[in-house]
């Protein structure tokens, strides 16, 4: 069956620690897998991983893919109460698009 | 402004009444999806169109309708045949279909509650 996981499901840090978050995947033909925020409603766009051991980097936070061990992190340094959210990993794979549960990421000064 | 709009923000209905929630996008994406949120569960694919006048199911269609008579609108009515309809609805667009590599651009939400 096709999954995508997240862990850890809830996260509460201090302002100014690193954190990472985990992302396993079970598909076929998979196409690639991205990574969203989500604070009150509407999810934004964070990352797009297509290929394993490229990092994408914006700002503090930060991604990798292992396609072979089907895998992503995303991690976030020096943590800000603006980054307390819940964090999204979804994968991309033939025609569709699966979701995993969240990361809720509580960020307290 | 591009971007996706939903409607309303928050819809009470009482149990065995059908609702339409709005979708509408202005970016001139082909796809569009609607998701169901609920508290620890992410986003679950409700129905998905990658073109005018086609739709496929999701994962949890049952209770649920669509139709793409237009690129830009992708209503979603929620009949009374869904056992369990309050939650958090979604809608989202992206350039192509679920299955490539594009992101998908999510509207603001409607909350739907049913008593």
């Known amino acids: 069956e096709d999954k995508v996981v997240q862990s850890p499901l809830s996260l509460v840090v201090h302002e100014g620690d690193t954190v990472t978050l985990n992302c396993s995947y079970e598909v076929t033909n998979f196409r690639s897998l991205l990574w969203y925020k989500q604070e009150k409603k509407a999810p934004t766009f964070l990352f797009m991983l297509?290929?394993?051991?490229i990092e994408k980097k914006s700002g503090r936070l930060s991604s990798i893919l292992d396609k072979k061990e089907l895998f992503s992190i995303l991690n976030i340094t020096a943590t800000q109460t603006g980054d307390s959210a819940i964090y999204l990993c979804?994968?991309?794979?033939?025609?569709?698009?699966?979701f995993g549960p969240g990361t809720s990421l509580s960020v307290i000064p | 402004d591009g971007g996706i709009t939903q409607s309303p923000k928050y819809l009470f209905r009482k149990e065995g009444q059908n609702v339409t929630l709005s979708c509408e996008q202005n970016?001139?994406?082909?796809?569009m999806y609607w998701y169901r949120q609920d508290p620890g569960q992410g986003l679950r694919l409700i129905y998905y169109s990658q073109i005018v006048n086609d739709f496929q199911k999701g994962d949890i269609a049952e209770g649920y309708s669509v139709s793409r008579e237009k690129k830009e609108s992708f209503p979603l009515t929620v009949t009374s045949a869904q056992k369990n309809p309050t939650a958090f609805y979604l809608c989202?667009?992206?350039?192509?279909?679920?299955?490539?590599?594009?992101?998908?651009?999510f509207g603001p939400g409607t909350r739907l509650t049913v008593t």
């Open positions: 979804a994968v991309s794979f033939y025609d569709k698009v699966i």
């Open positions: 297509t290929s394993s051991g």
């Open positions: 989202a667009s992206s350039i192509s279909g679920a299955g490539s590599i594009y992101e998908q651009y």
């Open positions: 970016l001139n994406h082909d796809a």
